[in-house]
Structures are given as C-alpha cells and as structure tokens.
C-alpha cells in the first residue's frame, strides 16, 4: 500500500485487476468515504454530483467495481486494518466519512484515524442517537444518524404533502366560482400587508378565469398606503360605493371574520379566509390561518409558487413591500418563512418604487405647516419650540417635530397646532436624561390627554379649556403662551418673555 499512484480513470474491464483497485490516489481527493453501502453510496453521489473529488473506499471487491464502472473513484481496502488506514495521507484530506453500518468497526477506525491526524475532519454514521456520544468521545467531529434523518424527512414529507393538500382545495374552491364575480375583502382602512394580499388573490383568480375585485371599508388616508394604491395604480372599490349584490362569492384577506376589523356587512358568507392573525373558529368553504408568518403577504406569495405563478413586477413589489412593512423591516414578527418569501419575490421588485412608497411626495399642506413651524420656532438650547398654528393635517405636526429634532444643538422638540378644535402636540427627544412621554404627561395630563415614551409623544388639548375666544390672534397668543409655559416648566427650565 505504500505505491501510491493515481487511478482517476477505471479505463476498460480488462485493465482492471485487484492491484489497480486497492490502488490510492495521492492529492487527489479532498473527500474519503469509508463504507460505501447503500447509505455511502447516496452520500458519494451526492457529494460527486456537487462536483467535490471523493474516493470510496469499501471491502467489497464486486461493489467497488461496480462504483468504477459507474464512474466513481473507487478502492478496495479493509478498513480495520491498521495499515491500511495508515496509508492515507490526512494532511490532504478535507474529510473522511465513517459510514459502514457496523458500529464497533466504526469506533474503532475513528479510534485508529484521531491517532493519526488530530486535524482531519470526521464524519461518522451512528446507528441511533445513543451511539453517537461513543462515537463523539473516539473522535468524530460530526455524527449522523441515518434513522433520525430519515424522521425528519418523513416530517418535512408530509408537511410538503400538507401544502399539496393546501393548494389543491385552494384550486377546487376557485374552479368552483368559475362563473362568479368574486369580490375580495380586506379589513378596514387597508395597510399594504392587506393591498398586496388582495392583489396576489385577484391575481391568482383571473389566472384561473375568475372576475376579482378588491374592496375596502373605511378610508386608505396613511400617506405611505395612499403612495402604494397610486404608485402601484392599484384598483380598489369603497365598500360603501358598490353594490354587493353584483358579487357571487366573498374572500376576505388579512382578517378573519366579518366584524374583526372590518365593516363587511353582517349578511355576506365568506367563501375564502387567508390571514395570519390568530383566530379560532373561522367558518368559510376554504380557510388558510397561519399564525407562524409575519404577514399575509407571504402566504400569498407561497401560493404564488406553488401554483408555478410568477409575479409581475408591479405584484412582486407589492407583496414585498407588504412583507416588509407588516415586520417593520423584518424586526417585528419576522419568520422564516416571510425571509424566504422575500427572498422569492426579491429578484422581481421595483426597488425604486419601493423607494417612493416608503419616503413619499410631502403634501403641500405639510409643507406649509413645515414652513410654519420652522419660522415660528422658539429655542432655549437644547429645547426647541414651535407653534404651527391652525392646520388641517395633524400628521403635519409629527412630521415638523421629526424635522426640527435635526437642527443642530437641539435634542428635545415640541411642535403644536390646532386642528379643527383641538391642540395636537408632538414631542421629540434624544436627551437620555429626558423621558418625553413623561414630561407631556406632567405638563398638560390635567388639562387634556397626553403621554408616549422617552423619545417620542404626543398630546391632546380640547380648545374649550381657553373659553370663548374667537378671534384667531388672541388664540394662538394664548395658546402658544399656555402650551410653552406649562412644557418648560415641567422641563425644569425658566422661559423667557
Ligand atoms: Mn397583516
């Protein structure tokens, strides 16, 4: 055994002899399989068909022909000889694999292979998981247990067989409205989670020849979901300005029943349920509730693949932006599944669309009170203050004390203004030693609501409490004077006249 010559190439049967077959290639392989029954020999076609050069080495005079008849490296050597295992240089070995079903032998050429390399990496086959420890302890790095893989593929089998189960009641149930108009619900006020969702359901059905439409109570008035129904020219109908009766069938999507945050009408019978919010007794012809995903977005996207639909661009960016806005950026709730399904999508998005829906146009009404609230700002380092005056758009007021927070020096803002008839404020704050929501609640808890955490807040004051004042200068005046003192004074600082 100590000639040690290449035998790449088996050549033709009668070039084989036993001298050739016991033969060691030198440098040449970065793999060593010792034990190439029918568990080795899956473990060698896999690891050649990942182009990795392994050599198998088994006592079997037959099997080994076999192998090099198949194209295999493959040696005859009797593993429990000690010699042999010494001929083996483990300097240029990555790996060697221990896989005959013989535990004793196993150990013992683990045993006899740690004596000689303390490097070589080991991987050994166990027959059940008391066997491992043993073969850990003799010096393998890595165990495997044929019968616990084998569990685990029995379980990863029938969860695939669930899914199969899954789509196909999904297409029996479609195919059955094949001649409905389908109206799909999502709960009120739809966030991009539920949009994305009932465009991939309307999507999924018009494949299937399925008239949909996305239907909505409520109002889309969040700037960031108004931007995505525009950006992605998404079609969706207001509830109250359509005749339900024009529909057959009724799915409901991100919610999972009428009245769970929905206005849907108490006589409609739902048809289709998929949500992932928990929920119990959910009644409709086919219902998908997962509670281990992050969003609905990625059930719908599952179905996408499993149904061999590729997404477009405009759903693919949908359905991302859905994932990732319901895990705020993958950090609330995010599973496994929503990062594979984003990963899926992935390569059809828009990412500039992604872009604008995410930091979208400024209203000019945001602007002004931006503009407003900038010239009006009153600061006593490090504290800024301002007054925005009489706006329509109390987001406005959050967005200005989001912007002055930046101005230089300043780590704690408050900016105000009335809406309709009542003060909004809005508190910024990125002093340590400050807890905002605490100091709003000091300052004007007693005259109206108000309250948040150390770095943000927000407040309410019904006008009333100023009386009957009328005239808008003497107001504001009053207002500004009211809000400013009763904030510094629960910062602890003197404001000046
Ligand atoms: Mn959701």
Redesign the pocket.
Known sequence: MTELQIESDSGSESDIDDKEDTEIGENDFDYVLMGCGSFGFSVLKELQKRGKRVLAVDSSKERVEVLKDQDYNAVIGDISDEDFLLSFDYNKINVVFVLTPNHELNKRVITKIRSISRSVFIIARAPSSKEKEELEFAGADAVITPSIAMTKMAVETLNRLETLRRVRNFKEVLNSMKDSRLAIFTHDNPDP??LSSAMALKEIAKNMGIEADIIYFGEISHQENKAMVNLLNIEVIKGDEVDLSKYQKFALV?SSAIGVNNSIPKSITLNIVID?HPAENVKAEFVDIRENVG??ATIMTNYMVELNMVPSRILATALFFGIKS?TDEFKRNARTQDFLASATLYPYVDHDLIEKMEGPAISYETLDVLGTAIKNREVYPPVLISFAGFINEKDAITQAADYLLKLEGISTVLVFGVVKDVVHLSARNIDVRINIGDILRRAFGDVGSAGGHAHSAGGQIPLGIFGEITEKDVLSRLIKEAVKKRFLNALGIEGSE
């Open positions: 989670d539920a991100d992932h969003s609905t319901e």
